[in-house]
């Protein structure tokens, strides 16, 4: 009622410096902590819920990001009304991890509001208790894989008081304090609640008839899973689902850094690749992958494109590359992802000791640019202690010279506030001259565009070179995404 959580993080932030992922699972926007927090880069503040156009508080739309210093760090996902488990799962899955990865908190809290439940009688929403069971183990997962197991988690909404509440929280805390949960509820558990129950549905049905409606009669549930067959399916479930798919496709692009994406891909965006790529992958594996050697102030470097996961698990991140991960040896353990996948391709600057130095990536637009294609998004960064040495051109220039990249369109999105402005000791501005400069001399050409990341802040910047052997009628499907609003365009 007071915001307890919002008193909680302020708390944490007075007595350290730790940065908090704070999840709301509750099926209504979190907008009381995201308001808290707005423009602080400390808490991220992450809310799944469903969409405002028919739900209490009506806010919580995609472009609610942030402001000054904490602009990136709110992140709204509104969900369709009538979601169910698959597609809900599906969205935490390819949004929850990525972010986590980019955010580096150190301590997660997640608020378990039970009221995304199909039974729910106050929201849209469908889960059952499948879906929310995942949003528990996703949540206990993030916390040891990236804050040594610092979770805090909360109750929260939840409006089916006997049939829904007790089971999510049993099962919130069955996951925590890692109990296996039995099949069964309590038989003693059952007798105690269900008369109860029984009584205030008698009362319920009563008032609908006078008001001449009568629900549906249900039963009280004997197991923590719910019966599929309680679960009609949605008729409208597969364009509920796409919606979804966009809406996070849309957020991704926004609050994702670029090679961070490229490393938790979203499952739908698994190769319809045109076996260009994939030509560019043989080569890579018939000869073994391009290399060569950079003459620095600071000494020599080897420059290597199409590089192994094995080759990458060899080397160790200098201390200065931590722009997308935050920690070195998460930057590691990114691009050792994106050397896995089939579709990337991975090129490095590392030192003759094998410190990792620099990387650039190409890897498939995201749905955003979905049936475009032959398009792909270049990502490049260098450590932070190798500036200067005009390793970024020279590094971009080896891992774009391939000839067969003339077939593809490749696109850099410049974030401001996704690399490491402030480390770099420069404005934005002169942060996106620099960004623009290293792409231009590439081929790369800027351009205006709708896609809402560039046109709501001035710092940020699109650029694009669409190779010459692309086909005209691809190149304007291009131009047109570029210039259409990315919602309008997909929806
Ligand atoms: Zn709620």
Same mark, same amino acid.
């Given at each position: 009622?007071?915001? $307890?959580?919002?008193?909680?993080?302020?708390?944490?932030?007075?007595?350290?410096?730790?940065?908090?992922?704070?999840?709301?699972?509750?099926?209504?926007?979190? $907008?009381?902590?995201?308001?808290?927090?707005?423009? $602080?880069?400390?808490?991220?503040?992450?809310?799944?819920?469903?969409?405002?156009?028919?739900?209490?508080?009506?806010?919580?739309?995609?472009? *609610?990001?942030?402001?000054?210093?904490? &602009?990136?760090?709110?992140?709204?996902?509104?969900?369709?009304?009538?979601?169910?488990?698959?597609?809900?799962?599906?969205?935490?899955?390819?949004?929850?991890?990525?972010?986590?990865?980019?955010?580096?908190?150190?301590?997660?809290?997640?608020?378990?509001?039970?009221?995304?439940?199909?039974?729910?009688?106050?929201?849209?929403?469908?889960?059952?208790?499948?879906?929310?069971?995942?949003?528990?183990?996703?949540?206990?997962?993030?916390?040891?894989?990236?804050?040594?197991?610092?979770?805090?988690?909360?109750?929260?909404?939840?409006?089916?008081?006997?049939?829904?509440?007790?089971?999510?929280?049993?099962?919130?805390?069955? *996951?925590?304090?890692?109990?296996?949960?039995?099949?069964?509820?309590?038989?003693?558990?059952?007798?105690?609640?269900?008369?109860?129950?029984?009584?205030?549905?008698?009362?319920?049905?009563?008032?609908?008839?006078?008001?001449?409606?009568?629900?549906? &009669?249900?039963?009280?549930?004997?197991?923590?899973?719910?019966?599929?067959?309680?679960?009609?399916?949605?008729?409208?479930?597969?364009?509920?689902?796409?919606?979804?798919?966009?809406?996070?496709?849309?957020?991704?692009?926004?609050?994702?850094?670029?090679?961070?994406?490229?490393?938790?891909?979203?499952?739908? &965006?698994?190769?319809?690749?045109?076996?260009?790529?994939?030509?560019?992958?043989?080569?890579?594996?018939?000869?073994?992958?391009?290399?060569?050697?950079?003459?620095?102030?600071?000494?020599?470097?080897? =420059?290597?494109?199409?590089?192994? %996961?094995?080759?990458?698990?060899?080397?160790?991140?200098?201390?200065?590359?931590?722009?997308?991960?935050?920690? %070195?040896?998460?930057?590691?353990? =990114?691009?050792?992802?994106?050397?896995?996948?089939?579709?990337?391709?991975?090129?490095?600057?590392?030192?003759?000791?094998?410190?990792?130095?620099?990387?650039?990536?190409?890897?498939?637009?995201?749905?955003?640019?979905?049936?475009? $294609?032959?398009?792909?998004?270049?990502?490049?960064?260098?450590?932070?202690?190798?500036?200067?040495?005009?390793?970024?051109?020279?590094?971009?220039?080896?891992?774009?010279?391939?000839?067969? =990249?003339?077939?593809?369109?490749?696109?850099?999105?410049?974030?401001?506030?996704?690399?490491?402005?402030?480390?770099?000791?420069?404005?934005?501005?002169?942060?996106?001259?620099?960004?623009?400069?290293?792409?231009?001399?590439?081929?790369?050409?800027?351009?205006?565009?709708?896609?809402?990341?560039?046109?709501?802040?001035?710092?940020?910047?699109?650029?694009?070179?669409?190779?010459?052997?692309?086909?005209?009628?691809?190149?304007?499907?291009?131009?047109?995404?570029?210039?259409?609003?990315?919602?309008?365009?997909?929806?």
């Amino acid at each position: 009622m007071y915001n $307890d959580i919002a008193v909680a993080i302020a708390h944490v932030l007075r007595a350290s410096e730790a940065k908090i992922l704070y999840i709301d699972y509750d099926a209504h926007h979190g $907008d009381g902590v995201q308001r808290a927090f707005y423009d $602080d880069p400390r808490v991220m503040t992450v809310s799944l819920h469903e969409t405002g156009r028919y739900l209490f508080p009506g806010t919580g739309e995609v472009l *609610e990001l942030g402001r000054g210093q904490g &602009r990136g760090y709110s992140v709204n996902v509104p969900l369709e009304a009538f979601t169910e488990d698959d597609s809900y799962i599906e969205v935490i899955h390819s949004l929850l991890q990525p972010l986590v990865t980019s955010f580096a908190p150190d301590l997660i809290i997640s608020l378990h509001g039970c009221d995304t439940h199909a039974w729910d009688p106050l929201t849209h929403l469908k889960l059952t208790l499948r879906g929310i069971q995942a949003q528990s183990k996703m949540a206990h997962q993030l916390a040891h894989t990236y804050c040594q197991g610092r979770w805090v988690a909360i109750g929260g909404g939840g409006y089916d008081l006997y049939r829904v509440v007790p089971r999510a929280w049993s099962m919130l805390w069955a *996951e925590m304090s890692e109990q296996e949960l039995p099949a069964e509820l309590p038989a003693e558990w059952i007798a105690r609640w269900r008369p109860e129950w029984q009584a205030v549905q008698e009362q319920e049905e009563a008032a609908q008839q006078v008001m001449g409606k009568l629900a549906a &009669r249900s039963e009280f549930p004997t197991t923590f899973q719910d019966r599929p067959a309680d679960f009609p399916e949605q008729p409208r479930r597969w364009s509920i689902s796409r919606a979804n798919e966009h809406t996070v496709a849309l957020v991704r692009q926004l609050v994702v850094p670029s090679a961070v994406r490229h490393a938790f891909p979203s499952p739908q &965006r698994r190769s319809p690749l045109t076996g260009l790529f994939d030509l560019l992958h043989l080569r890579g594996s018939a000869t073994p992958s391009r290399s060569k050697i950079l003459e620095t102030e600071k000494g020599q470097l080897l =420059l290597r494109d199409f590089c192994p %996961p094995s080759l990458v698990e060899r080397l160790t991140a200098d201390s200065g590359l931590r722009a997308f991960a935050r920690l %070195p040896e998460r930057e590691k353990q =990114l691009l050792v992802g994106i050397a896995r996948s089939p579709d990337c391709a991975l090129a490095l600057a590392h030192t003759p000791t094998g410190e990792i130095i620099g990387q650039v990536t190409i890897a498939p637009g995201d749905v955003w640019w979905e049936g475009i $294609d032959n398009i792909y998004e270049v990502a490049i960064e260098v450590s932070s202690n190798w500036r200067g040495q005009k390793v970024a051109q020279n590094l971009l220039a080896f891992a774009l010279e391939l000839d067969a =990249l003339e077939d593809m369109i490749l696109f850099a999105i410049g974030l401001s506030w996704h690399w490491d402005v402030d480390g770099l000791g420069i404005s934005v501005y002169r942060y996106r001259e620099l960004i623009a400069h290293l792409f231009e001399v590439q081929g790369f050409v800027e351009y205006q565009t709708t896609e809402p990341n560039v046109s709501m802040e001035p710092a940020n910047i699109l650029l694009a070179r669409v190779g010459s052997r692309v086909d005209q009628r691809v190149a304007s499907q291009f131009y047109r995404r570029v210039l259409s609003s990315p919602t309008l365009s997909v929806l």
